[in-house]
């Protein structure tokens, strides 16, 4: 059966805050997202797939029931509604940590009081009745819908709810005492979706072209010249994938040297590379990197 004949994997894009960094790691990979008039199914320029615009928790409840193939959501929402799908991407983007905070006041040296009973408000009703099961209190859930952090005092004696950076918690007066787990967006599968050769084929080709994004953005490449004397000394400080390029420079005993290295390493390798001999050094922007 071609590709043309196959029929389109069904994908959850996720509507709200995660949709900006999606939207965008999907074309940096090439893939254009066009919004309809009714906005809620946009339209691929990667052809055999078919979109939908949904809430992340919608999204897991789709790939759950079997009616989205694949999806980005939170991993907070996948754990939160116990939903059985194989992660095939983590995307780093939107990184938060799910964390129990309350006022000053309740905590005893930075931790809960025991023998007590307490009210919990939270959007995360499952995961926090597994968690307090360990606690020393005795918890009374409540279910927020929004705008958790303004509960305590008067409406619950402490929260869990998910932060970035914990300046909402701050600002409320909140400290955060325990933290449930760390989440960020993921793409998802509905275990059946993966079954079909030529659907798990294509589900493939789309996490390499994400995966090759996500690279890219953690390194830059870098271009130095170098005599033939000083080679050995600079590769070896190369942090580079795998070995890096180097080529004969025309009519001289030096050599071009190429190497994809990480960002974060750059600053202290320019200086490095410069005192071991490299000269012209160039830093350019990768796209995609594929391995």
Known sequence: MSGSDCPPIHIGLPKGHMQVGVFALLAEA????QLGSRNYRPVLSWPGFEAKLLKPQN?????DAGSRDIGFAGADWVAELDADLVELLDTGLD??????AAPASLLDGGVFPAGRRLVVATEYVRLVK?????????ADVVRSYGATEVF????????????????????????VADTLMLSSTRLYANPAALDDPASRARIDDLVLLLKSVLEARRRVML??????????????????MREPTVS??????????RA????TALPALLLEVKTRGGTDLVVSEPQQIVP
């Open 248 to 257: 004969r420079l025309h009519g001289e005993t030096a050599y071009a040297v």
């Open 59 to 63: 999204v897991v409840k789709m790939l």
């Open 95 to 100: 990184p938060v940590k799910v964390v129990a």
């Open 152 to 175: 305590p005092p008067e409406d619950a004696d402490l929260i869990v709810d998910n932060t970035a950076t914990g300046a909402t918690l701050r600002g409320n007066g909140l400290i």
């Open 130 to 138: 597994e968690w307090a099961a360990d606690q020393p209190f005795e």
């Open 223 to 240: 271009e130095l010249n170098v005599s033939e004397r000083d080679l050995e000394r600079v590769i070896s400080i190369l942090p580079c």
């Open 30 to 33: 090439g893939i254009d997202v």
């Open 260 to 263: 994809a290295v990480p960002r």
